[in-house]
Structures are given as structure tokens and as C-alpha cells.
């Protein structure tokens, strides 16, 4: 009852009343800091459309891409829209917008680790620095500020910015300079590849006896048609692109070497077999004979260099998918003798 007393006694107080009635707030207390995340706001006229913000964000429905309708004067535009009711304010979106200034803003943002930003990509482009002219077309085509730049003479692509758009390589005028590596499905890659690789060594093996005569000058040319490695390698994966993609990659940088062996020029002198340094050139003491291991043979060209009796032959091939297509796809292959000095010489 007293503390009831108390209470009554203080509000009635003059003081008290003339302080209420012209209490304020501290504007420290009222004005929000920097660091509070408000729900998102969007500058349509800063969207490039990539989608990074639609793919970060954790809470379903909360953000959508949408376009306005065309006019006579310019096309729609798309941007993101921000569904307030759904948003949970966590400021992915703007984390990731890779826009310069950014297309969608909620206070100031935190940074993330470059390694854990979230971008709707599964091809990651790369320069190839030996192959680039320094034209910087891909540069001036590509529609993020700061994901294409130059340093120490080199141009590079920030990953953390870039949208995986692909213009570069489309304004690229050096092929293979720019590069769409695939980061989806690298084991089945993998499987392709060695599958096509083990297809073409077969493949020119079959044509041994055609190829260890070649002389310096003389080129083999052979042709193999991509029908039945189609088939297999749609079993390992279901992706037509991809899988023209890395044939298209294998082709245009694959050099094969070819080792062949002729018995009959052999004088058992055991050179190779001394040199060899991956053990694929033994001596059969029972049958008084040099063999090779054709698994084992790194072809490094030891043998072929240090034979002086000419036993070892050794060959590169090259590659060209003609046209580029899996249904009509031709692998041209050329053959050659190597250039490198041989023990005969």
C-alpha cells in the first residue's frame, strides 16, 4: 500500500508533469546507425539481370526477378522486386549484387570471404595469359565494373565479381585465350576425357604398321568420326553441352605422343633398358629379349634418343573437332615424325 502511495505522490509532482510534457528523444537513439539492416531497397537502373541475388537469398519468396514491359523508346528493364513479408533481412542480396554501385543496398553491407560469395555459375572463366593478344575486348564488353582488369601487364578476371555471362568469349578474338571452365560435374569430366583419350590411342594404334615408316618430312592424316564416343559419354553424363565442351577442349589441346618399337632392328645392347625411368623397357633373360610395357611407358622419348639403332620410334598427333557438332562431329587426326634428336643420328 505504501509503494502505491509513493507512486501517486511523485506523479503528482509539478516537476515531474512540466518534464513529460516536453520530454525528447536523444536523435542518437532515434536515427538508426549504419549498421542496421533494413529491408532492402532496389535501383532497377543498376540491374544487369545475373540473378546472383535471387540465388543467395535463404527465405523462399522473399525476392523475384521481374521485367517491365517495352516501350517505343527503349526496351524493359529487368530488376529485382522485394517481397517484405518473406524478406528476413539478412542482406545476402546486396552481398552478392556484383553491380558497381549496387543494385540493391539494406545499410552498410559486412563483408563476406571472397571463397564463400554465392553467384548462380557453373562455368568460371579464365584468361589464358600465353594466349591473350591484350586487346582488352573482352573488357570493354563485359557489363560488371571490375570484373575484367589489368595488373602487372596481365588481364585477369576477379571470380568474386564476375557473373559468368560470357561475353568475353564471344568478343574474345584469340580462340582458347579466354576459357569457360565447367565447376559442375568435374569427375564425369574426368571420365570423359580419359575415355576420349584412351579412344584415340587405340585408334592410331591400329594404324601402328602405316605409321613407323613416316619420315621427317611425311604427315599420316586419319579421320575418326565422334558417333559411338557420343553415345559413351552420354552415359557418364547427361549434358550435351558439356560434354561438346570438353570434347572441343581436348581436341584443341591435346598433343599425343606415339612411341612404336620395331624388335628386329634390336641388338640387345640394353641402353633402354638402363635409361628408362619408369621401369617400361625390361630384359627377358628366358627368351633372350628387350620388352617393352606399353602401361608402364611414360613415352617420354628416353628410349627413342638413346637407341642408336633406330629400335624406338616416336610420333606426335594432333587434333581437330570438324565441325563442332556431336551429331556430325569429326576428329581429324595428323600424325608426324618428332623433330628430337635421335642415338642413330
Known sequence: MSS???YIYEFARKSWAENFAVAKTDPEIVEAPD???????VIPENCIACGACTAACPAPQAIKLVRSEDTEEAEGQTYPVINNRGCIRCGFCAEVCPTDPKTITCG??????EEFTILPAEIMYVIDDYLCIRCKKCMNACPVYGAIYEADNKILIDQSVC?????????????GAVKGIYIS?????KNIINLVVNTLEERIEAERDNITHLSDTEVYKMDYPIKDLVESARSILDNDD??????QKITDRLKLRIVTW?????????LCVDECPSRAISYDEEEDVIRRDTKKCLRCSTCYQTCPFGVAGYFVARFLLNPPSLEEGVIHITIKASQLPVGAD
Do not use: A, M, Y
Not at 35 to 41: A, E, G, L, S, V
Not at 163 to 175: D, F
Open 4 to 6: 502505491v502511495i509513493w
Open 35 to 41: 549498421r542496421f539492416r533494413d529491408f532492402p531497397q
Open 108 to 113: 552498410e553491407n559486412h563483408l563476406i570471404r
Open 163 to 175: 557473373i559468368s555471362c560470357g561475353e568475353c568469349l564471344n568478343k574474345c578474338p584469340v580462340k
Open 185 to 189: 560435374n568435374v569427375q564425369e569430366q
Open 242 to 247: 558439356l560434354i561438346l565442351d570438353t570434347f
Open 262 to 270: 620395331d624388335e628386329e632392328k634390336c641388338k640387345k645392347c640394353h
